[in-house]
């Protein structure tokens, strides 16, 4: 997978076809956004995701991570 900018990954995210993308499209997306320092882009894209696949564990793990990170774990 490789490296995107923050500005890549918001472009990506909004071409996203979300009523139709794979589970690892979300996963990879939040998965960049985080280390991208982008703790609420992370969460938002997780939380779409898990609109579309409630039990999948990886958006689930990274809705939390993302939620730590931008300083509210306890939501």
Same mark, same amino acid.
């Given at each position: ?7 890549? !990954? ?13 589970? *690892?499209?979300?996963?990879? @997306?939040? #998965? ?12 938002? !894209? ?13 958006? *689930?793990?990274?809705?939390? @991570?993302? #939620? ?8």
């Amino acid at each position: 997978m490789r490296r995107r900018s923050s500005p890549e !990954i918001r472009k990506a995210w909004r071409q996203l076809d979300r009523e139709n993308a794979p589970a *690892r499209a979300f996963v990879e @997306l939040s #998965q960049q956004a985080s280390q991208n320092s982008e703790p609420l882009l992370a969460y938002d !894209i997780a939380r779409e995701g898990l609109k579309h696949f409630p039990d999948h564990l990886r958006l *689930r793990q990274n809705a939390a @991570l993302a #939620q730590v990170r931008s300083g509210s774990p306890l939501r």
